[in-house]
């Protein structure tokens, strides 16, 4: 038997985007698309067409801490990494003292002998033991960054230590010469601390997919062959297979509806920011919120060709392929590594000239060792840390360290619409009486017969009645005009709030000229009619934000262009776009198109930030250089993010801007402490000036180390946000 509704089967996209078309096209001919205005649904006929405001996510409290990452899956992981690193810190510090004690450098420096049998043997026991324990997390990072062919801070801290160690065990058992057990367990100590900091500074990994996935049912209402309803998993439908979605559940594939009319809430996939009215022959997303009709469906796709399913995966690829950019410690180290081999190489060449192979051994590890200064453990992790709660004091969740670090070179900013430059809820914008009646009667008249309803832009007039301080009158008869709006007796008159649509089928003129003009800057105009007489016409839109204007006009001011992405339609965008001054608008975005239109931004080397809200954020929150989630926004869009803005202000951009330029001076000025010491010690170690008597010391070198370090923390401290 031919199942009902089993027609051309539309690809979702295109469903969509078809939808979408049309809903632009209301606007277009003036907001004279309407469908039923059905109290129970909260749908008013006349509010649907602004229902392309693509941008706003489920704007749910959220507990800011517990996006952190330490809970399941890669944030477990990091959370052990945590507790692992400062577990081998106490055991290497521990350790480090007798090794401390035991040295012959630390001996010569204080003064004092310390001999007896098995000294040595004890020293490189408790040496081995900080140099395989404690080095371990080191050692696995640089053979990484040798495969991955990205030499960095672990290669670097590797080349010193394993040299200490070859070099030390040669000398406690085999050659003449000093040990550096000391700068090895010292060495070892500073970094697993400096690691340890950073670490627990900075957020874990994203939990984006997981998330994401969290979002689909587990099981679904079969109809089967006998119409009887059946519970089956998910993943045992197949496409063509029908399926019932009850009132307030998830729908659990995409698909097509056969029977039944509802609104659905697609908000947290696609960012409409008001219940999408759905029927027979409409295309439904896997993961939308079914509203209070009963549907039946059926599927379209399943598996990996769902909606849902896309998005993850451009989550993923755009994780995946996301700028591998190493921190600017790690560039420092890189080229310090390179210097400390080319350096060590030309100077064992130089020595074993003389002939004294075990001298020129000697000069060689000195020159390896000290090209991995302490201070460069510390100067990166203490400006991390110390930055980190700046960000914090300032409603900044720093998640993702590197791409905070090159905010400083952001080029573009660009900003998703609803819920981010705009509050995200309806709010009238003008008032027209007629008649001579005041603005306020003709308010309390909107305001007295909108309360009945719970709908956006009900509650935008409800909202500023309340403001004015209103008072309503006693409403009866409440009831619904289909493809018209709302009607009721109010102290014995019929009042109506209706759509231009059913004024035009009524045959009530109004003023075309300002109807117009409001329309063309994409505003819901709603009519009020007392006993079929005009009353006059009510304005509303997305309210933009006061903070968004300051932001957009000091990123202009700077240079930073401004950019706003929005599903909605071009007459909305383009309004908002003219108010606030932006560089570019980009109109009637599908939320998969987002990441392709951010990859284009990207082109020309250009560092792009992305700020938004919701799930149909995500990947492309996770394409940009720099991805930024209002912190009112979605679980998804935040896990996805490298900064969470806390307090959900745009604003705050300014701030991840001014602190990403402070910590890169501060990062810029410690690694110059650091290198600066390289500079004169590299040289003096390879013993340029031997033959007039100068040559560093393991002593010396441990000194000055150690007054760069203390330069380095004292420093870090002083960051502050400009």
């Known amino acids: 038997m031919e199942k009902p509704g089993n027609g051309k089967n539309k690809n979702l996209h295109e469903q969509k985007s078809h939808d979408e078309q049309s809903h632009f096209q209301h606007h277009d001919s003036g907001h004279e698309s309407h469908e039923i205005h059905n109290h129970n649904q909260h749908e008013h006929a006349?509010?649907?067409?602004?229902?392309?405001?693509?941008?706003?996510?489920?704007?749910?409290?959220?507990?800011?801490?517990?996006?952190?990452?330490?809970?399941?899956?890669?944030?477990?992981?990091?959370?052990?990494?945590?507790?692992?690193?400062?577990?081998?810190?106490?055991?290497?510090l521990v350790l480090s003292i007798p090794i401390s004690y035991l040295?012959?450098?630390?001996?010569?420096?204080?003064?004092?002998?310390?001999?007896?049998?098995?000294?040595?043997?004890?020293?490189?026991?408790?040496?081995?033991?900080?140099?395989?324990?404690?080095g371990k997390p080191f050692l696995l990072g640089a053979w990484d960054e040798v495969k991955a062919k990205t030499p960095g801070m672990m290669l670097l801290i590797s080349l010193a230590i394993v040299t200490a160690y070859v070099y030390s065990t040669l000398t406690a058992f085999f050659i003449?010469?000093?040990?550096?057990?000391?700068?090895?367990?010292?060495?070892?100590?500073?970094?697993?601390?400096?690691?340890?900091?950073?670490?627990?500074?900075?957020?874990?990994?994203?939990?984006?997919?997981?998330?994401?996935?969290?979002?689909?049912?587990?099981?679904?209402?079969?109809?089967?062959?006998?119409?009887?309803?059946?519970?089956?998993?998910v993943e045992e439908l197949l496409p063509g297979d029908q399926i019932l979605v009850k009132s307030g559940e998830k729908i659990p594939l995409d698909g097509e509806i056969f029977e039944g009319e509802s609104t659905v809430d697609e908000s947290m996939l696609t960012g409409e920011s008001v219940p999408v009215e759905k029927g027979p022959g409409m295309g439904a997303i896997g993961g939308a919120v079914n509203g209070e009709g009963v549907l039946k469906m059926n599927v379209k796709k399943t598996g990996n060709d769902t909606y849902l399913s896309q998005v993850i995966k451009l989550v993923g690829d755009a994780e995946k392929t996301k700028s591998k950019a190493q921190g600017f410690a790690d560039i420092a180290a890189k080229w310090l590594f390179y210097v400390a081999v080319v350096a060590g190489v030309i100077t064992l060449a130089y020595w074993m000239t003389t002939g004294d192979f075990e001298f020129a051994l000697e000069r060689m590890v000195t020159v390896l060792i000290i090209a991995c200064p302490h201070a460069l453990g510390l100067a990166g992790p203490l400006v991390t840390s110390r930055s980190t709660s700046l960000a914090a004091k300032n409603g900044l969740l720093i998640r993702n360290r590197t791409p905070f670090e090159s905010a400083w070179k952001v080029d573009r900013v660009v900003f998703d619409k609803t819920g981010t430059l705009t509050e995200g809820n309806f709010g009238v914008t003008e008032v027209h009486p007629n008649n001579g009646i005041s603005e306020d009667e003709l308010l309390k008249f909107a305001y007295s017969v909108e309360m009945q309803s719970?709908?956006?832009?009900?509650?935008?007039?409800?909202?500023?009645?309340k403001e004015r301080n209103l008072e309503s009158y006693d409403v009866t008869d409440y009831r619904n005009l289909t493809g018209k709006g709302l009607t009721a007796n109010v102290n014995g008159s019929e009042v109506a709030v209706i759509s231009p649509g059913a004024m035009r089928s009524n045959k009530i003129s109004f003023d075309e000229e300002i109807y117009e003009k409001l329309a063309q800057q994409g505003k819901t105009v709603v009519f009020v009619i007392k006993d079929n007489v005009l009353q006059g016409m009510i304005a509303l839109a997305d309210i933009i934000r006061e903070s968004s204007y300051t932001v957009i006009k000091e990123l202009n001011d700077q240079g930073i262009e401004t950019v706003m992405m929005t599903g909605d339609n071009s007459r909305v965008a383009n309004y908002v776009g003219e108010k606030l001054g932006l560089t570019k608008v980009i109109a009637e975005v599908l939320p998969h198109e987002k990441s392709n239109n951010v990859k284009d931004l990207k082109q020309g080397g250009k560092k792009v930030a992305m700020i938004g809200d919701g799930i149909n954020d995500?990947?492309?929150?996770?394409?940009?250089?720099?991805?930024?989630?209002?912190?009112?926004g979605t679980d998804v869009a935040i896990e996805t993010a490298d900064v969470v803005l806390v307090n959900s202000n745009p604003v705050d951009i300014l701030n991840i801007v001014k602190l990403s330029k402070a910590s890169r001076r501060k990062?810029?000025?410690?690694?110059?402490?650091?290198?600066?010491?390289?500079?004169?010690?590299?040289?003096?170690?390879?013993?340029?000036?031997?033959?007039?008597?100068?040559?560093?010391?393991?002593?010396i070198g441990a000194v000055v180390m150690s007054l760069s370090t203390i330069i380095c923390a004292i420093n870090a401290q002083l960051l502050k946000i400009d």
């Open 46 to 92: 006349h509010h649907d067409e602004h229902s392309s405001h693509e941008e706003h996510g489920d704007h749910n409290e959220h507990d800011h801490q517990d996006h952190g990452g330490h809970g399941g899956g890669h944030a477990g992981h990091h959370e052990h990494m945590i507790k692992d690193f400062k577990k081998r810190f106490w055991v290497s």
């Open 618 to 632: 995500a990947p492309a929150l996770a394409e940009a250089d720099l991805g930024i989630a209002i912190g009112a």
């Open 667 to 699: 990062m810029v000025q410690n690694l110059g402490w650091a290198a600066g010491y390289n500079i004169v010690a590299i040289p003096l170690a390879a013993g340029v000036l031997y033959t007039i008597g100068i040559v560093i010391t393991p002593a």
């Open 103 to 134: 040295s012959e450098m630390i001996q010569m420096l204080f003064g004092y002998e310390v001999n007896f049998t098995g000294d040595t043997l004890l020293l490189f026991s408790l040496s081995t033991i900080v140099f395989f324990y404690g």
């Open 176 to 233: 003449e010469g000093s040990d550096f057990f000391f700068e090895l367990a010292t060495l070892i100590v500073i970094m697993l601390v400096g690691h340890w900091i950073e670490m627990r500074s900075i957020m874990g990994a994203s939990k984006a997919l997981e998330e994401l996935i969290k979002l689909m049912p587990k099981e679904a209402h079969k109809i089967n062959a006998s119409g009887n309803i059946e519970e089956v998993s």
């Open 454 to 465: 719970s709908h956006p832009i009900a509650k935008g007039i409800v909202k500023e009645g």
